[in-house]
């Protein structure tokens, strides 16, 4: 007989939603979330706000926000990109509650903020401190593995965005946290190194969190092998066995504060178009309606971590981290619902 007993819901602090992202829009509107919300118990969302030519970003985060009002019933916490936005106009809306979301890397997409200005940043933004999230891939080493690999099939992303990227673009980071005693959380941790650097840096700053994703937890480079892999094209890519198994010890061992999906789906036409020409597939994978329940079976119901420390990562962490509370209100079959 199903439990009766009441969790609280799925809090998801890295969702992408809503959005135009290289030229697409996204799969999901707060329409289809809130959907996925009742069907599988999601209560809050931390959701993406990217400044766009043509519309400032205290106009786009407006829109979204009545957008979200509307169609969706769960809570959400706004991060914001800014591109051309002024600081005075992002400190006014982060005291509104807002945090900052940075890059180190896409520059032809015009996101990315080299290392002398993300330390700006967080000297501009010292007097309120907004969490600043980082997404860290060095886009030097990038530029240098692209030129040196081509981009023939999917597996080939590992090699043109390889470990080394996160690894140094995180410890930069980390030491202008540290020099500038900045709240930091670092997005989507892909490699176990990246991982250790962060545990010892929240030595000197505890203000430091970070993030993995479920994908690099249960799955491994091999899915960019073979039929449809063009579909899981994601950045950071996936990582090979080795590095998987070694963060999900690092989860097992506390180096992760949350366990966030980077849900960014783009529809199946947008990315079949290209199957053959990969290096134009639009990167992201779905990942919101099947965190919880893909990591219950692939790391609870194997032994690897209890009940209570998924719900840690997945539900009660991460409302700390947007400062809600949860009420406990899903049974675990709820939140268990598979994907159709």
């Not at 999917?154 to 043109?160: I, V």
Request: a negative charge; aromatic letters at 8%; proline letters at 5%.
């Amino acid at each position: 007989m199903p439990s009766t007993e009441l969790w609280p819901g799925v809090c998801d602090f890295h969702v992408h939603v809503g959005e135009r992202i290289g030229g697409y829009e996204l799969r999901d509107g707060f329409s289809a979330l809130d959907k996925m919300a009742n069907k599988h118990g999601i209560a809050a969302i931390g959701a993406f706000v990217t400044e766009e030519e043509g519309i400032s970003l205290t106009a786009k985060l407006r829109a979204m926000r009545d957008d979200a009002h509307k169609h969706f019933c769960g809570r959400v916490h706004w991060h914001l990109t800014p591109v051309q936005a002024t600081v005075e106009e992002v400190l006014a809306l982060v005291r509104g509650g807002c945090d900052v979301k940075l890059y180190t890397t896409y520059k032809n997409a015009g996101l990315y903020s080299s290392y002398k200005r993300i330390g700006r940043w967080m000297e501009d933004l010292a007097d309120l401190k907004p969490s600043l999230l980082v997404h860290c891939e060095d886009d030097s080493i990038i530029e240098k593995a692209g030129a040196e690999h081509t981009f023939k099939t999917p597996f080939d992303h590992t090699l043109r965005r390889p470990e080394s990227a996160e690894i140094t673009a995180v410890e930069k980071i980390l030491d202008l946290a540290v020099q500038h005693r900045y709240p930091l959380h670092i997005v989507h941790v892909s490699t176990p190194q990246a991982a250790l650097l962060i545990r010892e840096a929240k030595t000197h700053n505890p203000a430091i969190t970070c993030e993995t994703a479920p994908h690099y937890l249960l799955y491994n480079s091999e899915r960019l092998k073979g039929k449809n892999a063009h579909r899981w094209l994601c950045s950071p890519p996936y990582r090979s066995e080795t590095s998987r198994g070694l963060l999900v010890e690092l989860l097992q061992d506390g180096a992760f504060d949350i366990v966030a999906s980077d849900h960014c789906a783009f529809t199946d036409a947008d990315k079949d178009r290209y199957r053959e020409t990969p290096e134009r597939v639009p990167n992201g994978v779905p990942g919101l309606a099947t965190m919880f329940a893909s990591i219950y079976r692939g790391l609870v119901e194997t032994g690897r971590i209890s009940l209570d420390r998924l719900v840690e990562f997945c539900c009660l962490n991460p409302a700390k981290l947007m400062g809600i509370e949860l009420e406990k209100s899903f049974t675990l079959e709820r939140l268990l619902t598979p994907e159709v």
